[in-house]
C-alpha cells in the first residue's frame, strides 16, 4: 500500500523568500503523485502533479516540484513567496492504475510580512 | 464553471442523530471519493466508488456509516447514530474517466456532533 510523509507540519517564511516542502512517498510500485493547496474554509485544489515525463512539474502560482524516484520524494518550491500564499499544503499519491488517492498529513505554510 | 457541490455546508445535530451529506459530482466525472478531514488525522478517505459501484469503504466505520451512488448525480454519506467523534468536515472529490488521478473537491461539509 501506498503512503506519505511531509516532515513539516508547519513553515513560517518570511514574505519573498523561497519556500520548499518536502514530501517522501512509499509504494511498491509506479505512482503518480500530487500536491493539493487548501485555503481556509475551502476545498483542496491541485496545484501540480506528476505522471510521467520531465521529473520537474511547473504548477500554478509559480510552485514547481521535483519527482526524484531514487530518494521517493516529491518537494514542493517557489522561489519567492507572497501572503496569498498562506495555505494548507498536502502531498497525495496514486498508483498508475487508477486507484484510491492517498494525502499526506499536510504540512501549514505560513507567509510572515 | 463545473464544480463539486456538497450539501449540507454545515450541520450541527445532536448525539444519536441520523445525518446526512449529499454530493453531486462534476458531469461526466465517473469516479467519487468521500474524504473527512480532522485535526488530529487529517484526510482520511472513507470509500471511493468508480461507476457508482463501491470500489472501496475499508476507512468507513461499517456500524455507523454508509456511502452510496444511487445515480451518477448523486453520491451520499449517511452516519446512524451520530456521535460526538463525528465531528469533522467531510469532503467529496471527484474525478474524471482520464486515468490522471487528479481529484475535484467540493468545499465540504462541517458537521458538528454535540
Known amino acids: 500500500a501506498q503512503s506519505v510523509t511531509q516532515l513539516d507540519s508547519q513553515v513560517p517564511v518570511f514574505e519573498e523568500a523561497p519556500v520548499e516542502l518536502r514530501c517522501n512517498y512509499s509504494?511498491?510500485?509506479?505512482?503518480?503523485l500530487f500536491w493539493y493547496v487548501q485555503y481556509p474554509n475551502q476545498g483542496l485544489q491541485l496545484l501540480l502533479k506528476?505522471?510521467?515525463?520531465?521529473?520537474l512539474v511547473k504548477g500554478i502560482n509559480g510552485f514547481e516540484a521535483e519527482f526524484n524516484k531514487s530518494q521517493t520524494s516529491f518537494h514542493l518550491r517557489k522561489p519567492s513567496v507572497h501572503i496569498s500564499d498562506t495555505a494548507e499544503y498536502f502531498c497525495a499519491v496514486t498508483k498508475t492504475s487508477y486507484d484510491k488517492v492517498i494525502f499526506g498529513p499536510g504540512t501549514s505554510l505560513s507567509v510572515i510580512p | 464553471d463545473a464544480r463539486v457541490t456538497q450539501t449540507p455546508r454545515h450541520k450541527v445535530t445532536e448525539m444519536g442523530q441520523e445525518v446526512t451529506m449529499r454530493c453531486q459530482p462534476i458531469?461526466?466525472?465517473?469516479?467519487v471519493f468521500w474524504y473527512r478531514q480532522t485535526m488530529m488525522q487529517g484526510l482520511e478517505l472513507l470509500a471511493y466508488f468508480r461507476n457508482r459501484a463501491p470500489l472501496d469503504d475499508s476507512g468507513m466505520p461499517k456500524d455507523r456509516f454508509s456511502a452510496e451512488m444511487p445515480d451518477a448525480t448523486l453520491a451520499t454519506l449517511k452516519i446512524q447514530p451520530s456521535e460526538p467523534r463525528d465531528s469533522a468536515v467531510y469532503f467529496c472529490a471527484s474525478g474524471g474517466a482520464v486515468n490522471t488521478g487528479e481529484l475535484f473537491f467540493g468545499e465540504g461539509s462541517r458537521l458538528t456532533v454535540l
Open positions: 458531469l461526466g466525472h465517473n469516479t
Open positions: 506528476y505522471l510521467s515525463g520531465s521529473t
Open positions: 509504494s511498491s510500485v509506479s505512482v503518480y
